[in-house]
């Protein structure tokens, strides 16, 4: 079976003959009336293998189930997927299971299925050199935790090109703002992206960040929280000089809501833009790929990236939000929370900060399969479960 994630309206893939082919098309008719994942992972403790959402996306893992070649065509946004695309993609978890595996020494979510699904990527649109090889990162991140193989990446001038599966001329890159060239606001605005809002390990570390800041001498003057997409653009970050955008990693990237927030904030040129991030996977490295889509933001809109800070285990920020932070399963944050503090008030770049736990690897891996199957048991679900769409 073939299927097609795509930003293209029927009306549209019809006029260019895009949708000829195809078995399953995934698109905005299915999008929009659609809810993002909001991070709930009932996916793997209440119904595993079928989100608990009930809309038109509900069912994507089974989908995966039956595919046996996905393309996947987007608007270039920044080197990333457009908000619709990444929506469709973050709905995809269902597919793979919550427990872990190994692979090239990164930890990876086991496969649901026993299948490889081919894959094919192409993002239309203006596109410079930087953004092209950050798609193509973070289609390999995705070829690699779907479980699938990457055959083919292509970025034509436009959707009529998509067929063609050639590449344009890239863009020429924005010059890159200096940090002197800094907005001269003394405003600084963290911004909560996390779908989880107030409930999120993205906003303990923001609130963490908030402290470490104080301690400094420098005062958070705003903060905004863009849970769904069409939320949190504000006046606040548009009078902002610094901001500090706190996410969760979503499938190898931003979450959908955070890509949207991009595309609709009016950031002063020259304001210094950093980042705080999370993952499950022990290995914080494996953020970087979303930190190039930010840089990328940064260069097109004439704003200055300071870099940010990288957080591995992320699964055990909000369990142990209540223990002192010298703790063996806290001691790690503080350091990192700390540098990434110091660039900030400084208005320095504080590169690409990495922040993993004290306790090995293993250890996290055993805690975090036994959370997942505990919950499961609970739940009365098999966590095992294959379900397939009909």
Known sequence: MKTLFTDLDRAELARLGIDKGFDVIVGPEEVEPSRSCVGCFGCWTKTPGTCVLRDGLQRLGETLARTDELQVVSRCAYG???????AIIDRCIPYVHPCFRMLGGEMHHRLRYDRTIRLRVCLYGPSTAAERETLSVIAGANACNLGMRLEDVWFPAGPEGVLERESAPCASDAPRVRPSAAAASDGLVLVNASPKGERSATKILLSELSDALLEKGDTVTGTVSCPRPGMGAGDEVARAGRVVIGYP?????????LVD??????????????????LGFYESE???PSFSVL????????????????VGAGGMIVPTSDRPAGSLFRRHLAPGIGRLATAVVSREDAGCIACEPVIPRFAYRLMAER???????????DIDARPTAE
């Open 80 to 86: 990333g997927y457009s908000r619709t695309v990444k």
């Open 249 to 257: 990693l979503y499938v190898d990237a931003l979450p959908s809501n």
């Open 286 to 288: 494996q953020i970087a």
């Open 261 to 278: 927030w991009l595309d609709r904030a009016e950031l002063e040129p020259g304001t210094l833009v950093y980042a705080l991030s999370n």
């Open 295 to 310: 840089e990328n933001f940064c260069a097109a809109r004439g704003l200055v990236w300071g870099g940010g800070l990288m």
């Open 371 to 381: 959370r997942w199957r505990s919950l499961c048991a609970r739940s009365g679900a």
